[in-house]
């Protein structure tokens, strides 16, 4: 495997277990707090790990560069997810 395919997988998978742990988070407050923008967040996370992931696992791994367009997207989507737990932490009055 190339050198850059293997930064990839490597990459991806830092992502991965950073995200996971996003995830559990996002699990945590969900049962603490009710709203929605705990549930976007969770999504958001989900759709970033298999675009961003996803992609670059596929790329990494196979070779198969078609699917490196949706890396970006996925990227975007963990953005969502933290300015979703951001802007939850900035309306809760704190206790």
Known sequence: MPD???EWVETA??????????LLVCAMLADRYKGRIVTVAGAAFTAGTLL????LYVAGLTGW????????VG???FLAGWAALLWMALRRPSA
């Open 4 to 6: 850059d395919r293997l």
């Open 13 to 22: 998978a830092r992502y991965q277990l950073v995200h996971a742990l996003a």
């Open 52 to 55: 961003f992931c996803g992609g």
């Open 65 to 72: 560069r078609a699917v490196i367009p949706v890396v970006p």
């Open 75 to 77: 990227g975007a989507c």
